[in-house]
């Protein structure tokens, strides 16, 4: 198997996606059962849905909530923690996933891009998003107890915006001069914006692109080195820190 050399010079930028936290036991969205399957995702994640039905949208996220609760970290999330003790500030996680895994494996150096599971805000007014771990009984829609607005998941949906800070903070740690750019994307089918644009900004900046995946991702032919197989028998092996 290839090996991924990471030398006192490097700096490793790493994007995951759902794949990393299917050997956890969390589905993904994707492919044969993946989540979208039974639930069209017009309905329950963009803010269309949320307004013509929270109840729908409320009782997929309470079970998911409920689903992913009992799950824990695997042997790829453990190595992706294990990187960022060696590297420090010459690594950073950016992840799509909401299951918050990374964190209980230890990951500081974190962004959350599409937000978190166990997190709720109000779709009303500006009071900070709140740690949830509740799945609300069937059809209750969680109201907000500083201004009765419908509380929602602090979740980025389709055609809502990332945020900016979180952005930046990617386009900073790609953009840095003082050495050389590793780009790893795992477990992600590279199907949603902007996030599958991230190895094309890696590559402009002269950085080297990897891509570990079960199956080939929509951009694939982006990446200089395609691992195929899963997170985490591949992980742990792949990166070798000097
Ligand atoms: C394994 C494995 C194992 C399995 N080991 N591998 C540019 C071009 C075109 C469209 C757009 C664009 N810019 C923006 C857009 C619009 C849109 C978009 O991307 N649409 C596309 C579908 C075309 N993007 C947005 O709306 C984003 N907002 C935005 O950009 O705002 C500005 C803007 C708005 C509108 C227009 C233009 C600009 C927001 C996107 C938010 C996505 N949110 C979701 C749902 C909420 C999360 C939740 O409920 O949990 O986030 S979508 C869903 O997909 C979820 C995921 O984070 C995301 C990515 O999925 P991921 O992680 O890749 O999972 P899968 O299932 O797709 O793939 C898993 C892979 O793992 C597979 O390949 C398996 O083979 C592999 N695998 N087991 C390794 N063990
Ligand atoms: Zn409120």
């Known amino acids: 198997m290839d090996t991924l050399r990471i030398d006192k010079d ?12 299917a050997e956890s036991g969390i589905p993904t969205f994707r492919g044969g059962n993946g989540l979208w399957e039974n639930h069209p995702v017009e309905q329950v994640a963009s803010p269309e849905g949320f307004r013509e039905d929270p109840s729908l949208v409320w009782r997929f996220y309470s079970q998911r909530r409920a689903g992913a609760a009992p799950c824990q970290p695997n042997p790829g999330h453990r190595a ?16 799509q996933n909401v299951d918050g895994l990374h964190r209980v494996a230890g990951n500081q150096q974190l962004v959350e891009l599409h937000g978190n599971l166990f997190t709720t805000r109000c779709s009303r007014c500006t009071r ?44 900073e740690f790609l953009a840095r001069e003082d050495t050389r750019l590793v780009f790893l994307a795992v477990g992600t089918s590279g199907a949603v914006y902007p996030a599958a644009g991230f190895v094309q900004a890696a590559r402009e900046l002269g950085g080297e692109t990897w891509l570990v995946n079960a199956d080939p991702a929509d951009n694939t032919l982006l990446f200089q080195h395609f691992v195929r197989g899963r997170s985490g028998e591949v992980l742990p092996a792949l990166v070798t820190i000097d």
């Not at 059809?139 to 945020?163: A, N, S, Y």
Request: net charge negative.
């Open 10 to 21: 490097t700096r490793l930028l790493v994007l995951t996606g759902a794949g990393v936290s």
């Open 80 to 95: 992706m923690a294990e990187w960022e003790r060696k590297l420090g500030d010459r690594f950073l996680l950016a992840t």
């Open 128 to 171: 900070e998003p709140f740690e949830d771990r509740l799945a609300y009984p069937d059809g209750t829609v969680p109201l907000c107890g500083q201004c009765g607005g419908k509380l929602r998941p602090h979740i980025v949906w389709f055609g809502e915006v990332l945020d900016e800070r979180n952005l930046l903070r990617v386009g």
